[in-house]
């Protein structure tokens, strides 16, 4: 599976925007994958943004992320999406879309960037103050 990650842009302080995540052949599933949000800012490490499990029923977030953005999925068009609100110049960054490495997973382990074996290409997010 390749992940395509799109909806970043140029935004200012306060503004809003919504990511989404779809395999790059229609032919790929992502339905039966929990799907994280990482981000990565220049030269700094990849960090956890947030996840859903596969069936769309939990949430997970990074503390940064609670309360301003929002992830969510919709099976039925294979896509994974994130909203994020009241954005920041600090959350300027590459933002990634990665597939959990294992299928109908039920645990917690979703913030390490290890869980997650495939990873879109990254779409750019900058935030003028």
């Known amino acids: 599976v390749q992940l395509q990650a799109s909806g970043g842009g140029l935004v200012q302080a306060g503004d809003s925007l919504r990511l989404s995540c779809a395999p790059s052949?229609?032919?790929?599933?992502?339905?039966?994958?929990?799907m994280g949000w990482f981000r990565q800012a220049p030269g700094k490490e990849r960090e956890f943004v947030a996840a859903?499990?596969?069936?769309?029923?939990?949430?997970y977030y990074g503390e940064f992320a609670k309360g301003r953005f929002t992830v969510s999925r919709d099976n039925a068009k294979n896509t994974v999406l994130l909203q994020m609100n009241s954005l920041k110049p600090e959350d300027t960054a590459a933002y990634f879309c990665?597939?959990?490495?294992?299928?109908?997973?039920?645990?917690?382990?979703?913030?390490?960037?290890?869980?997650?074996?495939?990873w879109g290409q990254g779409t750019l997010v900058t935030v003028s103050s």
């Open positions: 990665a597939q959990h490495r294992r299928v109908y997973y039920n645990g917690g382990d979703y913030y390490a960037v290890g869980s997650y074996g495939t």
């Open positions: 052949k229609h032919t790929d599933s992502i339905t039966p994958y929990a």
């Open positions: 859903i499990n596969w069936s769309g029923t939990t949430t």
